[in-house]
């Protein structure tokens, strides 16, 4: 069987979900409505959570790098979670840069050994 450029453009597209006559209108109603924002007591909790975590940052060299740096796009749990070497914060540090993360090059070792020495690998 043989099918035309037509059809198999329009097969693809479908099974691609581009044409709306592909899906059901309940499934695009749904992937239309926004998600429900979070409740005033998650948003609570979730602020007093990131307090603590930042209250519990180490003092040292590099903290100041990481609190303008990381803690702009994301909670200070995120880092305390990572247990990452060296060549680990290294790949990661460069990512967020590439990101669009506000870190000077002179900035990057101070940040990389203060994320090694208090969120390295456990045991090490």
């Known amino acids: 069987m043989r099918f035309g450029a037509e059809t198999v453009v329009a097969g693809f597209l479908c099974l691609a979900g581009s044409m709306t006559g592909c899906r059901s209108g309940a ?18 909790a979730i602020a007093e959570g990131d307090s603590a975590s930042l209250a519990a940052l180490p003092a040292g060299p590099g903290r100041a790098g990481v609190e303008g740096s990381c803690l702009i796009c ?14 680990g914060w290294v790949k990661t ?8 993360a506000p870190l ?12 090694t020495d208090h969120y ?5």
Not at 93 to 100: A, H, L, P, Y
């Open 27 to 44: 499934r695009q109603a749904a992937r239309a409505e926004s998600p429900p924002p979070p409740s005033a007591a998650l948003t609570r």
């Open 74 to 87: 994301h909670g200070p749990a995120l880092i305390e979670q990572q247990h990452k070497d060296s060549a």
């Open 120 to 124: 390295g690998v456990m045991g090490q």
């Open 104 to 115: 000077a090059p002179e900035q990057l070792p101070a940040v990389i050994a203060y994320l």
């Open 93 to 100: 540090v460069t990512q967020m840069r590439s990101w669009g």
